[in-house]
């Protein structure tokens, strides 16, 4: 390794260039599983979204909006994900609509399809950065 590369890398680790990188990898993944989930009608956690009162499927899949809006981003050391509203009453219900979580609640608690995102992005990144040391 030449010393301009090693000083690159050295950079990428003390920096917080690393997880950037990881992070950077990892989005689209997160972002299919949040896609899968939709398509699936269910939580981050696998559980079934609750039908409406009248027994038809959620207005989730009325029209798209909602989905179309999904932004997934790098902020800092996160991966941020947001959808407009009026998705908040869906992830917390109201006192007359229960609650169809979009999202997980918990970070310290992903679902295990984030997880795996982040993994398999985590190790994509290291071996590229330790291809050739």
Not at 67 to 94: C, E, F, M, N
Not at 98 to 115: S, V, W
Request: charged share 20%; net charge negative.
């Amino acid at each position: 390794m030449e010393l301009n590369q090693l000083v690159r890398f050295l950079s990428d680790l003390g920096g917080g260039g690393l997880v950037k990188k990881i992070n950077e990898a990892a989005a689209p993944r997160i972002t299919d599983a949040i896609l899968a989930h939709w398509a699936a009608g269910q939580d981050p956690y696998g559980n079934p979204w609750a039908n409406l009162a009248n027994g038809q499927r959620s207005y989730l899949f009325a029209t798209g909006e909602m989905l179309a809006s999904l932004k997934v981003r790098i902020s800092g050391y996160q991966i941020v994900w947001s959808i407009d509203d009026p998705s908040q009453y869906h992830q917390y219900g109201t006192r007359r609509m229960p609650a169809r979580k979009l999202f997980p609640d918990d970070a310290d608690n992903p679902p295990e399809a984030y997880a795996a995102a982040v993994e398999q992005a985590f190790d994509e990144v290291l071996e590229k950065t330790f291809k050739g040391l």
